[in-house]
Nanobody
């Protein structure tokens, strides 16, 4: 089992920055790829925001390209999401996701964190 714990969310103003962190523990050897999803208020589906493979290949949803950056520690114990130029539409609960497979839009990897709230106020 892998445990994922997110931190770094909060209430910010439009244009501000936040850095989300996700700490992994437990069976770290199971982790090949990591990513971040978000669930906006009133939405039932979680949206893949960004992913990063074991080879550090990154992928972003179109709406955050150029504003968000995903990174990870080489030992798979942490994944980060640097969020710049935040917009009200970025308001959501952000979830860390990790496991053997690379997270994609229609198929997350195996393990989830509990989520951290990001609220962008105008």
């Amino acid at each position: 089992q892998v445990q994922l714990v997110e931190s770094g969310g909060g209430l910010v103003q439009v244009g501000d920055s936040l850095r989300l962190s996700c700490a992994a523990s437990g069976s770290i050897f199971e982790i090949n790829a990591m990513g971040w999803y978000r669930q906006a208020p009133g939405k039932q589906q979680r949206e893949l925001v960004a992913s990063i493979s074991s080879g550090s290949i990154t992928n972003y949803v179109e709406s955050v390209k150029g504003r968000f950056t995903i990174s990870r520690d080489n030992d798979n114990t942490h994944v980060y999401l640097q969020m710049n130029s935040l917009k009200p539409e970025d308001t959501a609960v952000y979830y860390c996701n990790a496991g053997p497979s690379i997270p994609i839009a229609t198929r997350p990897s195996k393990y989830w964190g509990q989520g951290t709230q990001v609220t962008v106020s105008s």
